[in-house]
């Protein structure tokens, strides 16, 4: 019973509510609580980049790196220009000792980002 009033208060209301109750968690560094709003969101809005982002971020704050990995990949193949998703990539990648890989994505974010070496 209690798991069940548990999911219910992290799937309850609008979208709109939880995602702003999602920010409040993150804002509150309680990165798991907002996967948990975040992870209901996104499967209701997949197409949308702004609540697969803050997932993939609370993931990455909270160490589920595969996770975080996941959601920034399924951003960069939408939408390959997205320069901070494939910075989080590039740390992501980064901080599970996968530098070679990792080395692409943060020269391709910093490249959209405008940071070209200077010479």
């Not at 995602?19 to 197409?47: H, M, N, S, T």
């Not at 971020?57 to 589920?64: K, P």
């Not at 990792?102 to 391709?108: D, M, P, T, V, Y």
Request: aromatic share 10%.
């Amino acid at each position: 019973m209690e798991t069940q009033v548990q999911t219910a208060y992290y799937d309850h209301g609008t979208a709109a509510e939880r995602w702003e109750r999602a920010r409040l968690f993150f804002d509150a560094k309680d990165y798991a609580g907002a996967a948990r709003v975040l992870a209901g969101l996104v499967e209701e809005v997949p197409e949308q980049t702004g609540p697969r982002l803050l997932l993939a971020r609370a993931y990455y704050h909270s160490a589920q790196l595969g996770r975080a990995e996941a959601e920034l990949r399924a951003i960069v193949e939408r939408d390959p220009v997205e320069h901070y998703a494939r910075l989080m990539l590039g740390r992501t990648l980064q901080r599970q000792a996968r530098h070679e890989e990792a080395e692409q994505h943060l020269r391709i974010a910093s490249a959209f980002a405008g940071d070209f070496p200077r010479e």
